[in-house]
């Protein structure tokens, strides 16, 4: 949702919190700002809009162009501690008053945040009561107002200057804070000091050598250290140059989780792509081969990551409910003719905001499985919590190590994709469909459905996918002159069936979220129900044929539907297997994929559709890798 940034050190601070925001921006655009602590002043800049202006007014400042009474001696480029973020907002608009960060009144102490503080409320009325006027309409800048209300009770009462007394009034604050939150805090009194605080929310530290840095994500401080240590839940962490130290919300020492990033810095970029989602498309086949990497051990078994379930509880599954959101969720639906095929275990895909609020039936011999590249979602985060509260076990496919859904499950396999910057899903997307798969094979398995030869068999056909993915990925031209020909169509429909279908909802999820058009995707045996009304002269229709190798009547039905939507004037797009005949005298456009054994047919057949997406995005002149209203991370219900 937010993208935090802390730092202290010896280099100026502004510089690296700035990039640090850049590298966060995916995680909301609404506006940006920073606090330098500089001397024993607090010097703070914030905008509305994305980070370029923010960037701007502080190039101004720093060459004069504003009259600015708070730049101090030295200026805000001279501080060495500091504190930034990038908005997504929720309480208040995206304005210059309501980005953060938020000071208290006296101005000597900022903070960030991300999530909500479901409290906050009460907590205004309550300092409004005790005559605090507030600045903003967030439910930050509580935060800040307790915080310095805190500091100065702590002073009062003869507790020692220092940088643990920072620690010490945050910590007071949070036992104070209903919600979800990561904060960021410095005052103007204890230059060279961030502390941060985290509950549901994400929090990382990086450790350098001299320095220190906080953020929301490893790719903000990837180019300084490659030393991590996520935070657990409930922990306030206080950095300086030379000191990390973390304790929880009581002050006891805590722990948090030492890792170190392998990603290539290289990997957080754009690497000579226009957007950064093309480059993610690009990086599909590599991402689908790095998921796969080491999953068969020597006995042919299929590994997970962490595995806190027993043989014994997956044999035990009567039922499996997938539960994700949004493109995570296409790829639950996916996973459901794979797993009911491969297992016949029941298996029903929900979406995770509705989940909850129906009170399905769990029990311990439920499995759920959750999915969700960020590992942040608070839908999913919300299900996961219900579930296991109904004792089911819960199974996480994540992208993100150590977020808080594959810590709070009881058994993970993370899809290896490397950072997801583009707000639109795709590495993600075909990663999660390849964990599933490896999720339908090892419960087959584990239940004695499928032998080891045939998991292997299936293995080896997902092995021979990068390759396929990189031919089809060399012959995405005549869908980038497709977008240009349908970059002014007013509606464009998708259609599919069986594993088709999930890949047409996500052809038209991809259209609408990032080309603004009106799209929707239909199981191709409905269109007589109803949808087909739609169609008039000219109407785009993508089509996503089965393969004719696979189950005949599946192809057979979809060539009929084809001809339906024909013969009421569509203009027929169809992606279908190289060398399909059956289809050419109703495609109008042809997209040819590479032959691929029915159930995993779709991670060829997405390829054509994000492509089709963004380049009708960047057709319409729109900003394909941050659409409007929407953000990376969604860590509000
Ligand atoms: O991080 P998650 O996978 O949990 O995110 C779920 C959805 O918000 C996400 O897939 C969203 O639908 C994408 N922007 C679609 O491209």
Not at 78 to 86: D, K, Q
Not at 201 to 220: I, M
């Amino acid at each position: 949702m937010c993208g935090i940034v802390g730092y202290a050190g010896a280099r100026p601070a502004l510089d690296i919190v700035v990039d640090g925001l850049r590298r966060l921006e995916y995680r909301g655009y609404d506006s940006a700002g920073v606090a330098i602590v500089c001397d024993d002043e607090l010097l703070t800049e914030k905008k509305a809009g994305k980070l370029a202006n923010l960037e701007k007014t502080l190039a101004e400042r720093a060459g004069g162009g504003t009259a600015d009474p708070g730049a101090g001696p030295l200026g805000i480029a001279a501080g060495s501690t500091g504190i930034g973020h990038t908005r997504w907002a929720t309480h208040g608009g995206p304005t210059d008053r309501n980005a953060h960060p938020h000071r208290s009144v006296d101005g000597r102490v900022a903070v960030i945040h991300n999530g909500i503080i479901e409290n906050f409320a009460k907590l205004r009325a309550e300092l409004e009561d005790g005559g605090i006027e507030f600045g903003s309409d967030t439910d930050t800048e509580c935060v800040a107002h307790l915080l310095a209300a805190e500091l100065d009770r702590m002073r009062a009462d003869g507790q020692p200057a220092g940088p643990p007394l920072l620690a010490a009034a945050m910590r007071a604050v949070c036992r104070r804070l209903e919600g979800a939150f990561t904060l960021l805090a410095v005052d103007a009194a204890l230059p060279g000091v961030v502390v941060g605080a985290r509950r549901n929310s994400p929090l990382v530290v990086g450790r350098g050598t001299g320095e220190n840095f906080l953020a929301s994500d490893v790719s903000a401080f990837i180019e300084h250290t490659r030393e991590a240590v996520e935070l657990g839940q409930d922990q306030v962490v206080l950095i300086t140059a030379d000191e990390v130290s973390i304790t929880d919300f009581d002050g006891a020492p805590a722990a948090g989780k030492d890792f170190h990033i392998d990603w290539d810095a290289s990997a957080a970029e754009k690497g000579g792509y226009d957007w950064f989602m093309l480059k993610e498309i690009a990086e599909q086949p590599q991402a689908i081969a790095d998921t796969l990497l080491g999953r068969l051990t020597d006995s042919g078994e299929i590994m997970l990551d962490e595995v806190r379930l027993t043989d014994q509880d997956l044999r035990d599954v009567d039922k499996v409910f997938i539960v994700a959101c949004g493109t995570a969720y296409h790829s639950g639906l996916v996973a459901k003719y794979a797993i009911e095929h491969w297992t016949r275990i029941p298996c029903e895909v929900e979406l995770a905001s509705e989940f909850r609020y129906r009170d399905p039936v769990l029990d311990r011999s439920t499995l759920i499985v959750v999915i969700s590249q960020s590992g942040e979602t608070m839908d999913t985060l919300m299900a996961l919590r219900h579930a296991k509260e109904q004792k089911a076990r819960v199974l996480a496919i994540c992208n993100t190590n150590g977020s808080t859904i594959p810590r709070e499950s009881d058994a993970v396999l993370y899809t290896h994709g490397g950072p997801e910057v583009a707000v639109a899903s795709t590495k993600a997307f075909l990663t999660q469909l390849v964990a599933c798969y490896l999720i339908g094979l090892h419960l087959a398995q584990v239940r004695g459905i499928k032998y080891a030869d045939e998991v292997a068999a299936v293995v080896a056909q997902l092995q021979e996918m990068p390759d396929k993915l990189r031919t089809l990925l060399t012959a995405m031209e005549p869908v980038r002159q497709l977008a240009q020909d349908l970059r002014s169509a007013p509606t464009v429909l998708f259609i599919g069936r069986h594993v088709g279908y999930p890949v047409a909802l996500e052809g038209a999820l991809k259209l609408k979220e990032l080309a603004y058009m009106h799209a929707e995707g239909f199981a191709a045996g409905e269109l007589k129900h109803g949808p087909i009304a739609l169609i008039e002269q000219g109407t785009p229709v993508v089509c996503v044929v089965p393969s004719p190798a696979g189950r005949g009547m599946l192809h057979d039905k979809i060539v009929s539907n084809i001809q339906e939507v024909r013969a009421r004037g569509a203009r027929t797009i169809v992606i279908a297997e190289e060398g399909d005949r059956a289809v050419l005298p109703y495609a109008d456009h042809l997209i040819a994929v590479p032959r691929t054994p029915t159930l995993l047919a779709p991670l060829v057949t997405t390829i054509p559709l994000q492509v089709l997406a963004a380049e009708i995005s960047a057709a319409r002149g729109y900003d394909v890798d941050q659409p409007r209203n929407l953000a990376k991370s969604v860590t509000v219900e």
